[in-house]
């Protein structure tokens, strides 16, 4: 079967979710290299992780880690 049966939530909905969940920790993003994670390292990050989507733009890496950064600050920084 597929590594990921259903596509992952927008990054903003899922950090809602987990946190009005209570959610308490560390949160951390993984960022895809270009033409993705192999299947490999895919299984090896969901044994940890949520997967979530940054929407259905293209990011150069180093924008999507700022993009996912502002996304989380916005959040995190209210509670």
């Known amino acids: 079967g597929a590594l990921m049966d259903t596509p992952p939530k927008p990054l903003l909905k899922a950090l809602q979710e987990a946190l009005g969940a209570g959610v308490e920790g560390d949160f951390s ?5 270009e033409g993705d994670f192999t ?3 895919l ?3 969901l044994e940890f992780a949520v997967p979530v989507s940054l929407g259905s733009r293209i990011l ?3 924008t999507a880690a700022i993009f996912s ?3 989380m600050a916005s959040i995190l920084e209210r509670e």
């Open 39 to 41: 299947p490999s390292e």
């Open 29 to 33: 993003v993984c960022i895809g290299p």
């Open 60 to 62: 150069r890496a180093e």
């Open 69 to 71: 950064l502002a996304v």
């Open 43 to 45: 299984a090896g990050i």
